[in-house]
């Protein structure tokens, strides 16, 4: 799990903020272990004391680049081979259903799986199988200077794009407006299509 942004945007930890009745880092291990063998918290360095203490094991940033692709790069480094199921904490609206659409469309044979964004049509990065030969891409991308992990998604071969049975629970949370709408929407049942 991606939850090592500074969330300026939002002005508090997203990673803590409590959408299901406990801290949202604790909510997506939580998914994550109903699908993963292993699951880590990818963090800032000075993030692994407090997300250790919870019991989550943590991968600290040490690539060298920003953003997300700094969390998936880490990991990728620390475990070689390993094939990522990457999911950003400030995504409150993601559940098994979404996680199961995901994971039954993967084809190791293909460098990603992801979903179409329903806001602006790109592949998210943000919930994303990333197979272990993504990684030379991956670090190309890094190398260019882009820390955001959609340009290997839109310009790279072998990626799986699909649309969302859910598409709005893919609604990504990063500033207090952004907040209170999903609020509003864990409050209804969304539908598929929603």
Request: charged share 20%.
């Amino acid at each position: 799990m991606l939850a090592g942004g500074h969330s300026t945007r939002m002005g508090a930890d997203k990673g803590l903020l409590n959408w299901h009745g406990r801290p949202q880092r604790d909510h997506i291990a939580g998914l994550l272990g109903q699908f993963c063998d292993e699951v880590y918290v990818s963090c800032r360095l000075e993030q692994v004391p407090e997300i250790a203490a919870k019991g989550h094991k943590t991968i600290a940033d040490s690539y060298g680049v920003t953003g997300p692709m700094e969390g998936i790069l880490s990991a990728m480094q620390q475990i070689p081979g390993a094939a990522w199921l990457v999911v950003a904490c400030d995504l409150p609206l993601v559940d098994e259903a979404v996680l199961e659409q995901l994971i039954a469309a993967r084809d190791a044979n293909d460098m990603a799986t992801t979903f179409r964004s329903p806001f602006d049509g790109l592949p998210e990065p943000l919930i994303t199988i990333w197979e272990p030969v993504a990684y030379d891409a991956l670090v190309k991308w890094a190398a260019n200077g882009y820390k955001c992990p959609r340009k290997v998604l839109i310009n790279e071969p072998g990626v799986k794009i699909l649309d969302a049975a859910m598409p709005g629970k893919l609604m990504n949370a990063n500033t207090p407006d952004d907040a209170a709408a999903a609020r509003a929407l864990l409050g209804k049942k969304m539908q598929p299509h929603d």
